[in-house]
């Protein structure tokens, strides 16, 4: 595949990716998106209403 490149160490063994982004960006969104989900899986969320409350005092009241 072109614009993928493998890092290796001394023994062969692949360590990171190089990916050109220009070629293949939308795929590196997909998988940063994961990433980002899976690091916030465990958060506790907050209701839509608190959100909303403390959105519209930080904000001031828009109509």
Known sequence: MTG???V???KGRRT???IDLRKHRA???DFWDGLVSESRRKQKGIAY???R???LKHNGQRG
Do not use: G, N, P, S
């Open 4 to 6: 993928i490149q493998f």
């Open 53 to 55: 409350a403390k959105r």
């Open 49 to 51: 209403e608190e959100y």
């Open 8 to 10: 290796t160490d001394e």
């Open 16 to 18: 990171a990716v190089l």
């Open 27 to 29: 795929i590196w969104e």
